[in-house]
């Protein structure tokens, strides 16, 4: 019997839920800028006193700006469970912690394993959180909404499935964020995992924040040659326009689980080039993982919050902690005018 094409197998088992589309199409400059990446010295966020909820990992940040004030939702391990905490700071650097926000349900879908490892967007006076939860064979993503980012209303049931049999992400869907374009709508990449553990990058859009639509063209992002630092898997998307251009942070693993950031480009969302270089820790705390990339566009340059550890891990237990840098986009010839 012949087998059917993952697109058309997808499209069989329900269109609706997936269809072939792009983000906004842009114009690139017609010369590529060169870029460098700077790091401030030592972490903003720091992993809380023994005992703590957030004592063993402090990763992922997602950051929304109100009211002149900066609102960093994090993931926070305390060596069974993973949580979200909330952090506030006025410039996006002095960060004083509110404590945990969001915890697992293990009466429902959730599980009790994790509730963390989201995107946030601030619209319309409320905090959209996107989150990783369910088992951790076969994770999914679900949906919060917070008037102030400390009382939630979740969505009763993922608003991320994993996809049918074939699929790229067939085995669980995480690490997502959410771009806003010029279309108005919303943009979530996240990684998908096959039912080989395969880790590679998809996207979907939406409306409203709560049906999600997935790209047939998934995965975009496809896994290093060997030898590669992201041979092992991808995750963590960021994605941002900037100079006629989308950008993408990524965090690759290699063979050994050391993780550090590659940068990718796109004129379409969809088809990705990615770039050579990459970004990795400098300083002892995160010397053998930089991850979990969170960006600002300022004009020419993006500050970038990011997770490290010194222990070299696909998930937790790195001693992980939160700093911030930057990346500054120079014009060709590197100076700046």
Known sequence: MRL??????????GCRDYSRFTLPVLRPEP????????ARQGPVIARGGAGEWDAVDVLNPAVAKRDNSYFLFY???????????????PDGFSWKKSGRVLSPD???????????????????????????????ENPQIGLARSPDGRRWQKHASPVLR?????????????????????????????LGQDRARRQRLGVARSLDGVQWEKSLSGPILELGEAGAFDENGLGEPAVWSMLGTYWMLYTGRDHMENRRLGLARSTDG??????????????????????????????????????????????????????????SFLPPGGQRP
Request: aromatic share 14%; net charge negative.
């Open 75 to 89: 993931s926070g391990f305390d060596g069974r469970t993973w949580h979200t905490g909330l952090a506030v700071s």
């Open 270 to 327: 969809i088809h990705w080039q990615k770039l050579p270089g990459l970004f990795e820790g400098a300083e002892p705390w995160n010397s053998k993982v930089i991850c979990d990339p969170e960006v600002e566009v300022h004009r020419d340059r993006v500050r970038v919050w990011f997770g490290g550890g010194d222990v070299a891990s696909p998930d937790e237990n790195l001693h992980g902690q939160i700093g911030v840098g930057e990346l």
């Open 106 to 136: 293990p009466s429902t879908w959730e599980g009790r394993s994790i509730a963390a490892n989201g995107a946030v967007l601030a619209m319309g006076g409320e905090f959209f959180y996107w989150f990783q939860a369910g088992a951790r």
């Open 31 to 38: 010369v590529a800028p060169s870029f460098t990446f700077r």
């Open 4 to 13: 059917l094409a993952v697109p058309l197998l997808l499209c069989l088992l």
């Open 162 to 190: 994993n996809g049918p049999r074939g699929s790229f992400d067939e085995r669980g869907v995480a690490d997502p964020y959410v771009l806003r374009a010029e279309d108005g709508r919303m943009y979530l990449f996240y």
